[in-house]
């Protein structure tokens, strides 16, 4: 039977305070969106004997739902999966906006006692790792200067993308544009769009909440893509899940909901990778019948992928063809030549004209916040690395991170993987074991990225990602069910993984 690896290293012991001059913590989570207070639920209900501290760059709490202020924000996955396992999502909609999503997390941490665990304005730019420590060393941008803390074990949950801004392609002509220019990630608290003409640019799921809700004050809106994308109407809210919570208890009915949920995705998702022709034929076919008699939807509604290289676009209660029938709003396929002070002209000599552009155009990838990772004193490069189980790295020790699903809710295997730590800690605790590491993994030159999709933010980023293997551990299984098993019931002391105990004292 393999068994993990042990090895006795004579000097590894936790790092003290009084040795570091830090703010030394057992475990240090990095972010405090969902995924960071997700975590601390976990680390305090599971791991009560473990010091933990938040710290979130920013100075409030709910990370994406936070940040992003544009009109009609709202949840792309429905929020009885995307919501906490410890504290279901109750509420009307099924598919929430954004400032609800932010009131939940908040109120979360208050109910919890997490938000007292929060250091905010406490950005991490820096991890270094001591063996001989066993313990990281964070540097950390404040507002009253650099600080430093310390930490045996440090878990990111800082998402996978750059708060500080947003991708933007660039076209010609921009700078002659009369009118507004505004990124959805940058919205203008101030900007007024009734009565104006509005060009949103893109495809993806922010530049299909854009258009229904700014269609009900523009005088008009056009979404420009330079492909489509698959687009399915769905509910906005889930009358199974509205009457279980009105008949049972909070958590049971909160259970009951996902586990249906969880089962209908699964299902919809591997009966459209495994008969992608059929999957697509029903999702044009769906989108068809939403739209005026006559429409172009082999031009506009049909992507050159299959289902599920890229993530559905969800449309609650079908608002964005809704909004297309009423003449409110319109698609248009085509690419851009240049940027006119009236608007833009497309490739095809089309001018479309604008008061103000929207450039949905996506995110940058950034993980674990951006900081840089030393590991005894050498640079570490996470896109060089293979991931285990999707959530911890070869060759780094005592560090994991909370990466979501690329075809379910995000919450599902953060909450999986916080729930793993805890068990991975109490397990390193019962054996006194001072770190846990991934063995090093070589890289085959055809390794898929550990998100495994098509998306443009996914190319433009292979070279940042971790990688995948060929097998479990070492290979995201992107199923839910698989991964409770795995996560909860498996084995911690993973053949995969090489332990050090601590030194006799």
């Known amino acids: 039977m ?227 994308t698959y687009i399915i109407a769905r509910p906005a809210e889930d009358a199974i899940a509205n009457f279980l919570n009105r008949v049972l208890p909070r958590r049971i009915a909160g259970s009951l909901t996902k586990w249906k949920n969880v089962a209908r995705q699964q299902y919809y998702y591997r009966m459209m990778r495994k008969k992608p022709a059929f999957a697509k034929g029903a999702l044009i076919h769906l989108a068809k019948q939403q739209l005026p008699e006559g429409y172009d939807v082999a031009k506009h509604l049909t992507p050159r992928y299959n289902p599920w290289d890229e993530r559905l676009c969800l449309v609650p209660d079908g608002d964005l063809f809704r909004v297309i029938r009423d003449g409110k709003a319109a698609i248009e396929t085509d690419t851009i030549e240049t940027f006119m002070p009236t608007g833009l002209k497309l490739a095809s000599g089309k001018e479309i004209p604008a008061d103000i552009i929207v450039t949905a155009t996506g995110l940058n990838v950034q993980l674990l916040g951006g900081m840089q990772l030393t590991v005894d004193g050498k640079p570490v490069e996470l896109g060089k690395t293979v991931s285990f189980k999707g959530a911890m790295f070869s060759g780094i020790p005592n560090l994991a991170l909370a990466f979501g699903y690329a075809n379910a809710s995000w919450t599902l295997k953060a909450d ?38 098509q998306s443009g933010y996914i190319k433009r980023s292979m070279h940042l990602m971790p990688k995948q293997g060929a097998e479990a551990p070492w290979k995201a299984n992107h199923n839910y069910m698989l991964d409770v098993f795995e996560f909860r019931f498996g084995k911690v002391d993973d053949a995969a993984l090489v332990f050090t105990p601590r030194a006799a004292r």
């Not at 805890?422 to 605790?429: E, F, G, I």
């Open 2 to 228: 393999n068994q993990a690896v042990v090895v006795d290293q004579a000097s590894a012991q936790p790092v003290s305070p009084a040795r570091s001059g830090s703010t030394h913590f057992d475990v240090i989570v990095v972010g405090a969106g969902l995924s960071g207070i997700g975590a601390a639920y976990n680390l305090q209900s599971k791991c009560p004997q473990r010091t933990f501290a938040i710290l979130e760059g920013r100075d409030a709490i709910g990370g994406t739902w936070d940040l992003f202020r544009y009109p009609g924000i709202r949840s792309d996955s429905d929020m009885h999966t995307l919501g906490f396992n410890f504290r279901p999502w109750n509420g009307e909609k099924a598919i929430a906006d954004g400032p609800s999503i932010r009131d939940y997390v908040r109120e979360t941490a208050e109910v919890y006692g997490i938000d007292k665990k929060i250091r905010f304005g406490h950005r991490v730019v820096k991890a270094d790792w001591s063996s001989a420590d066993a313990a990281w060393t964070l540097t950390v941008e404040t507002a009253d200067g650099a600080k430093t803390f310390s930490c045996n074990f440090l878990y990111c949950c800082s998402g996978y993308y750059d708060y500080a801004g947003g991708y933007m392609p660039g076209w010609p002509g921009m700078d002659t544009f009369a009118g507004t220019i505004a990124h959805p990630q940058k919205w203008p608290e101030e900007l007024d769009y009734t009565g104006k003409r509005v060009v949103v640019i893109g495809s993806g799921a922010t530049a299909v909440t854009l258009v229904p809700a700014m269609s009900e004050k523009a005088a008009h809106v056009t979404m420009l893509q330079r492909s489509p």
């Open 416 to 453: 999986l993987s916080s729930a793993y730590l805890c068990r991975l800690l109490n397990h390193m605790d019962a054996r006194g074991y001072a770190a846990v590491m991934p063995r090093e993994m070589p890289i085959v030159d055809d390794a898929a990225a550990m998100l495994p999709l």
